[in-house]
């Protein structure tokens, strides 16, 4: 069977806009000459990153005028490594958000919904790392250092923010990476660390109903609720209706927080380049 890419692309570029999850590389720039006021750090990012390669050095056999340091390569790294998450974890999402009319209720299985959803969690939070362990260097200029140890460098750097007059973009930092702390993280830690999938889940409440059985020595009979007929069915539908709804909020949340961190990096990137302004020009 021949699949038409082209048909799927444009639907699920559709899906992504209808929800207002845009491509990372849209952002910075009104048109080719403007710059978009709201998004000025993705076109600080672009006009003056942390280190230029200057390509046409290369060319014409022209040596660097100076040797990069290793602060300059941690940070261009961590940027171009959050930018590369940001469109995995938009090219997840958009599949989740395509097979999300295709899930159905008291599924047994998982499905293309529940695998997407669980790579775009993993994008997402990974790019917030990316974005966390940018703002240690750009402040510290150290090698960040994973989970809690993380967050504590992460603090540190927001400290000495403060204390050289970057008191609101220390407090914007850290607000934001807390949203997305509570919001995509603990969903994809609840992935990870608890139950990832449908069949785990289908398990769980198998087991309850046989621990339930053993305890009262018989098992639940519906029949027991004097409940007629047609409330009954509309108590089933009710339930389905939860259940679907649910997956609603999971495709909320991944869209959510793609938008959040589009905002975040722009806030990152602008308060690089105004610390190295900073820097630069000295006390």
């Not at 097979?99 to 669980?118: G, I, S, Y």
């Not at 409330?231 to 259940?243: A, G, I, Y």
């Not at 961190?261 to 820097?279: A, D, I, M, P, S």
Request: hydrophobic residues 40%; aromatic residues 8%; contains cysteine.
């Amino acid at each position: 069977m021949t699949v038409d890419l082209d048909a799927l692309r444009k639907t699920t570029e559709e899906l992504l806009r209808s929800r207002g999850v845009f491509d990372v590389d849209d952002f910075g720039w009104l048109n080719e000459n403007d710059v978009d006021p709201d998004f000025v750090g993705y076109a600080m990012w672009a006009l003056s990153p942390p280190y230029d390669h200057h390509f046409i050095n290369w060319q014409d056999d022209t040596l660097p005028s100076r040797a990069p340091t290793e602060a300059e390569q941690r940070l261009m790294e961590l940027g171009h490594d959050f930018f590369g998450l940001m469109k995995t974890a938009r090219h997840f999402i958009g599949h989740a958000l395509l097979n999300q009319p295709a899930v159905r209720p008291l599924r047994v299985e998982p499905t293309e919904f529940d695998f997407n959803e669980f790579a775009a969690l993993t994008a997402l939070t990974a790019a917030a790392d990316r974005l966390r362990d940018f703002i240690i260097v750009t402040a510290l200029e150290i090698k960040p250092k994973n989970g809690k140890q993380a967050w504590e460098q992460f603090n540190k750097a927001c400290d000495k923010l403060r204390a050289s007059s970057f008191a609101a973009e220390a407090d914007d930092l850290q607000k934001r990476f807390k949203a997305i702390h509570d919001e995509a993280r603990k969903a994809r830690n609840k992935a990870v660390h608890e139950l990832a999938t449908q069949p785990a889940h289908v398990q769980r409440q198998l087991i309850s109903m046989d621990r339930e059985a053993f305890e009262k020595q018989r098992w639940h009979d519906p029949r027991d609720r004097e409940v007629p007929y047609e409330e009954e069915l509309r108590e089933l539908k009710q339930l389905d209706s939860k259940e679907l709804a649910e997956v609603e909020v999971h495709a909320k949340l991944l869209c959510d927080c793609h938008v959040e961190l589009v905002k975040l990096g722009e806030l990152c990137f602008r308060t690089e380049l105004k610390w190295r302004q900073r820097r630069m020009a000295g006390p």
